[in-house]
């Protein structure tokens, strides 16, 4: 995948703050981290998404507490 230096920036920033070491697995490798931090990501993203997909324009106007 060839991406611009913004678009690089971009991802890298967001796996890199999924990126935290894991208690459970102490000896996980960076690599490892950088697949767990991925996936976890695109699980948030994945909900970010259907959350939009779901908002009509009454979700909009509505005032929430």
């Known amino acids: 995948m060839s991406l611009n230096r913004y678009d ?3 991802i890298r920033q967001k796996i890199h703050g999924y990126m935290i070491p894991s208690r459970e697995r102490p000896m996980e490798t ?3 981290q950088f697949e767990r931090a ?3 990501l695109l699980g ?3 909900l970010q998404i259907a ?3 779901g908002f009509s324009f009454a979700d ?3 005032k929430v507490s």
């Open 8 to 10: 690089h920036e971009n």
């Open 30 to 32: 960076r690599e490892e």
């Open 38 to 40: 991925k996936v976890e």
């Open 44 to 46: 948030h993203l994945r």
């Open 51 to 53: 959350h939009v997909e």
């Open 60 to 62: 909009m106007r509505k």
